[in-house]
């Protein structure tokens, strides 16, 4: 079994930053894309960041400049760093990774943390 355990998150007034981690433990017998995905109430979730386990990054357009995502691979986590932000920065935020176990590949996907920006 595999689970991706997400920290940070919180409340932070426009213009400030955050940080985002997710942790990924279990049987895991490769990694794949990790990332994150954010969604907003009444809105569908959506891309925010990308990277692959060789580095290649994908942004959303809104967040290009602002946002950072980095791997440790040997500690199975992805990281967000969310500077400059703003109040349509708010949303739940969600990791993501594709992981190969002994027996499947798939989509795992963290609990999910609140990220409030106020004006």
């Known amino acids: 079994q595999v689970q991706l355990v997400q920290s940070g998150g919180g409340l932070v007034q426009a213009g400030g930053s955050l940080r985002l981690s997710c942790t990924a433990s279990?049987?895991?017998?490769?990694?794949?894309?990790m990332g994150w995905y954010r969604q907003a109430p009444g809105k569908q979730r959506d891309l925010v960041a990308t990277m692959t386990s060789g580095g290649v990054t994908t942004y959303t357009s809104s967040v290009k400049g602002r946002f950072t995502i980095s791997r440790d691979t040997a500690k199975n986590t992805v990281l967000l760093q969310m500077n400059s932000l703003k109040p349509e920065d708010t949303a739940v935020y969600y990791c993501?990774?594709?992981?190969?176990?002994?027996?499947?590949?798939?989509?795992?996907w963290g609990q999910g943390t609140q990220v409030t920006v106020s004006s």
């Open positions: 993501y990774a594709k992981i190969t176990t002994i027996t499947t590949i798939r989509d795992y």
């Open positions: 279990g049987s895991i017998l490769a990694k794949h894309d």
